[in-house]
């Protein structure tokens, strides 16, 4: 049976800086890439069919996400569909993202 090898630090002072930087460059990826992790998966896109007396604003606050502030889904929605005012018309089909 083989004896087991012992590791000898012979220079401490190098090891801990040694470790120290590593210990720093993985905080610095973890911080970094930490926001990634909280990445929300794409939500598919609805076709909605515009309804009479429907509205931007109502469409907006009826299907925006529950973490998001209607102005900007509006936006997004006038985006999605270059829609240049807030008009829009019965059976008009609006693409949401």
Do not use: H
Request: hydrophobic share 50%; charged share 20%.
């Amino acid at each position: 049976m083989r004896a087991k090898k012992r590791i000898v630090i012979k220079n401490k002072t190098r090891f801990i800086a040694a470790l120290s930087a590593v210990l720093l460059l993985g905080a610095l990826i973890v911080a970094v890439s930490g926001g990634a992790a909280a990445v929300r998966p794409e939500r598919e896109t609805i076709a909605y069919t515009v309804c009479s007396g429907d509205t931007l604003w109502e469409i907006g606050r009826r299907f925006a996400p529950a973490d998001t502030d209607v102005r900007y889904y509006i936006e997004q929605i006038a985006a999605a569909n270059s829609l240049s005012g807030s008009d829009i018309f019965p059976d008009q089909v609006l693409i949401l993202p």
